[in-house]
């Protein structure tokens, strides 16, 4: 409701000036109830008018509210046509000029404005009257302008208008036309207009936002605008539809009225000769919009008119001779176009439709056999298996309803919900598969439940031996080829088979084995086999997976020396079903001569193999090619036995104690013998002597027959060597070779004298010893 601020507000806006010449509307405010309604009809024929009557404005002298106007300007919508206005019509002629508008506090509202908007209007204009229509729908355009399309006006409030009609006599209420198409919310400045930013009297700026925006026409409010009209705005152009039944009488009432006070004025422009008595076919049926009609239904067409009426039904443009009832049935896709001449009135109305159809949706009938494991005419069936056959493999297809009847299935009541777990409830039972494309359509095919009762031989265990490294009773079974053979055998051909853990999983078909099977169980595992044809169960049997263990005792890898120039027997005990040797052989055992691998693969009786394996080497006496020592080291002498042959030797230089190790350490200065014994009992090398030297550290050469002579034992042996024996000051005194190895502490026959004395020891290979001893007296 209009408040006093907002007046006041508008006052210290208001201005006023002269219009500006521009090409505008003209207005006839002189024209009485009928010439108006005549106007709106165009005298036609198709409608009976009667009752008409029109108030308004009374207290204006020589003023109305109500009025003609025609119009030359580009810029508005209606070339001519009635206005209804809440001040003098006159004044709607543009261009806009801002003021606070006409009217007066002592004309009053409309009581049916005031129930239908729920308002409280003051100088309200109305026209109404009766008609008859003689086609089953009236129509009329029309636009709603204001001078609230201003400051903040259509966020707050707006005067009210609206197109009332009903049947004459009823006690119903008025329906109001005048509403935002496909709504109930009546045209007006608050509702129709885009956002709006205002300045309110505190100076703070403020909006508020769009409302149906869609549906506002312009602003007259710029200098440069020129409007037709004298308002501030204006909505787009409106169409006001109803049906109705022809032959009734109706009674309509086109009224507008300020709410609650009389400032800033409105008006309803409504188009000539567009108020008609009109044939309704109703919308077009189209794939585009969504609303086509199914393929394989019938749609009509019904107008719901006289049958006295002459009518010509066209498909396309081409007349049906056929077709004279008000009604007509589509079939297929194309325009239909209907003439209809009222009788007697001899008005001639027609309008037509676009019919289109939706692909058809092309379904199969489908049978789904499932096993009867236990004889009770009942199983378990998974539905949605036939679903990819039921819809044709069109992924562009709803998902298939289950339903136990025809009747639920077109009423879309009582689907079946466990689709994937389905217990039937008779044997070959029909079920309704449902499903509906893009367009909502639907389409229904049959799904018969059957029972297979097939006869299965009983299965013989799957016998197959442990071929893995550990024999622990498990093994990796390719079931499609070591299994199915057996299962299939005498059978139908074309069969499948699935493999499950128990009898509930094949009975479900859940939970499926893969093809590269490992038993789970050890040695003995019962899977069962689901025997399938296409989708369908053919029947389900037991099967039992056997793994036998075979790991004979004594059959480990065995390493075996062979000596050179014997032979020697491989065995394996006795009791195998088979025998088969990398030589060809077939017995237990074979003699060999010759070291090498050899293995022998044994059966048991359920031909499970085992293998051992013999590695032989070559082994033989070793010969003892010579000893290295080290001498004169006191007790860190050492001596190496360098050897030649095939084998694993231990080694002595006393012929009792052996060590794995060719070297001795620690050795006394002596003469030994060295041996090279095999270890795998091939034998000893032939005795190796070497000698260890050393020299005295001191001698006595007093003639008591002990230690009177310093020599170096054994060096006769060795290649020959000179000695050369100095003082202390390096005077050379004695020279002697391996034939002649001591001194007894002489100088030319004379005794020297006790002291400490040194030694070159020269080998014939240039290698020179040197050392020191002592003579003691």
């Known amino acids: 409701m209009k408040v006093l601020q907002t007046i006041l507000l508008s006052l210290s806006l208001y201005c006023s000036g002269i219009k500006l010449q521009a090409q505008a509307i003209a207005v006839d405010d002189t024209k009485n109830a009928l010439e108006l309604v005549n106007l709106l009809t165009n005298n036609s024929s198709c409608l009976q008018i009667t009752n008409p009557k029109v108030q308004g404005d009374a207290f204006v002298p020589g003023k109305n509210s109500y009025g003609v106007f025609t ?55 109305y026209l109404e009257f009766d008609f008859i229509p003689l086609t089953n729908s009236i129509s009329f355009n029309y636009l709603f302008a204001s001078n609230e399309y201003q400051e903040d006006f259509p966020c707050r409030y707006s005067d009210g208008f609206a197109f009332l009609i009903k049947e004459k006599g009823s006690t119903a209420a008025y329906q109001n036309l005048a509403v935002i198409p496909n709504t109930t919310i009546p045209i007006s400045s608050t509702n129709i207009h885009p956002a709006i930013t205002f300045v309110d009297l505190n100076g703070i700026q403020k909006s508020c936002p769009a409302s149906n925006e869609s549906y506002f026409g312009q602003f007259n409010t710029s200098p440069t605008n020129n409007s037709p009209i004298n308002y501030a705005g204006q909505t787009k152009v409106f169409n006001a539809s109803t049906n109705v039944i022809a032959g009734n009488t109706y009674h309509i009432k086109l009224v507008i009225g300020d709410d609650a006070v009389n400032y800033f004025d409105s008006a309803i422009f409504i188009e000539s000769a567009s108020f008609n008595s009109i044939i309704n076919l109703g919308t077009d049926k189209l794939l585009a919009t969504n609303n086509a009609i199914c393929f394989g239904e019938d749609y009509i067409i019904d107008t719901k008119l006289p049958a006295n009426y002459t009518y010509k039904w066209y498909k396309d443009n081409v007349l ?183 009898m509930a999983t094949a009975d479900t078909q859940s939970n499926p084995l893969p093809n590269l099977f490992t038993n789970n169980i050890p040695n003995q595992q019962t899977i069962y086999a689901r025997i399938i044809n296409g989708t369908d169960c053919y029947g389900i049997t037991p099967v039992i997976l056997e793994v036998k263990t075979f790991a004979p005792a004594n059959f480990q890898e065995e390493n075996i020396a062979l000596c050179s120039s014997t032979s020697m027997d491989l ?189 070159h020891l020269i080998f014939e290979d240039g290698k020179n010893i040197k050392g020191h001893f002592s003579l003691k007296r």
């Not at 004279?324 to 049935?329: G, L």
């Not at 001449?341 to 049978?367: A, D």
């Open 71 to 125: 119009n030359n300007s580009a810029n508005f919508p209606f070339q001519s046509g009635i206005v209804l206005s809440t001040w003098s019509s006159t004044e709607s002629v543009g261009p806009f000029v801002k003021n606070l508008g006409g009217g007066s506090n002592s004309w009053l509202g409309d009581p049916d404005l005031d129930q239908a908007l729920n308002i409280k209007s003051i100088n309200a204009t």
């Open 320 to 502: 049906l001779p056929t077709e004279t009832s008000p009604a007509y049935t589509v079939k297929t896709t194309g325009t239909y176009k209907l003439e209809v001449t009222l009788n007697p009135s001899g008005c001639t109305v027609s309008n037509q439709i676009k019919v289109e159809y939706t692909p058809e949706i092309v379904l199969n009938n489908t049978t789904l056999i499932q096993c009867d494991t236990n004889g009770d005419s009942k199983a378990v069936f998974d539905l949605t298996k036939t679903d990819n056959q039921i819809k044709n493999n069109n992924s562009n297809l709803s998902a298939v309803s289950y339903f136990e009847n025809l009747t639920d299935a077109k009423a879309g009541t009582n689907a079946i919900l466990n689709t994937t777990n389905y217990t039937n409830k008779s044997a070959n039972q029909v079920l309704i598969a449902k499903v509906s494309n893009n367009f909502n359509c639907s389409n229904y095919a049959e799904l018969t439940l059957q029972l297979s009762n097939a006869i299965i031989p009983n299965q013989s265990p799957i016998i197959t031996c442990d071929d893995n490294a550990i024999q622990d009773g498990f093994r990796e079974f390719n079931l499609n080829n070591e299994v199915s053979p057996q299962i299939v055998n005498g059978l139908p051909n074309g069969l499948n088979v699935v493999y499950y853990p128990s």
């Open 571 to 759: 065995a394996v005990n006795t009791g195998f079903s088979s025998y088969l040797w990398n030589t060809g052989a077939t017995t237990n055992s074979i003699t060999i001569t010759t070291p090498g691998d050899y293995f022998v693969t044994v059966t048991n009786a359920y031909n499970c193999e085992a293998t051992k394996k013999f590695h032989v080497v070559k082994s033989e006496i070793a010969a003892i090619t010579m000893v290295e020592t080290t001498n004169f080291s006191g007790n860190k002498n050492t001596a190496t036995i360098n050897y030649t042959g095939f084998g694993n030797y231990e080694f002595s230089i006393d012929g009792n104690y052996y060590q794995d190790s060719p070297e001795f350490l620690n050795i006394a200065a002596g003469s030994y013998f060295a041996y090279a014994r095999d270890k795998n009992g091939c034998g000893v090398s032939a005795p190796f002597r070497f000698y260890v030297l050393d020299y005295p550290h001191y001698f006595t050469p007093n003639g008591d027959g002990f230690n009177d002579f310093w020599t170096i034992k054994n060096l006769s042996q060795l290649p020959h060597a000179t000695i050369s024996i100095f003082n202390r000051y390096g005077k050379l005194l004695k020279e002697f070779n391996s034939s002649n190895l001591s001194w007894n502490g002489t100088f030319n026959n004379y005794a020297l004298p006790a002291d400490d004395y040194w030694f």
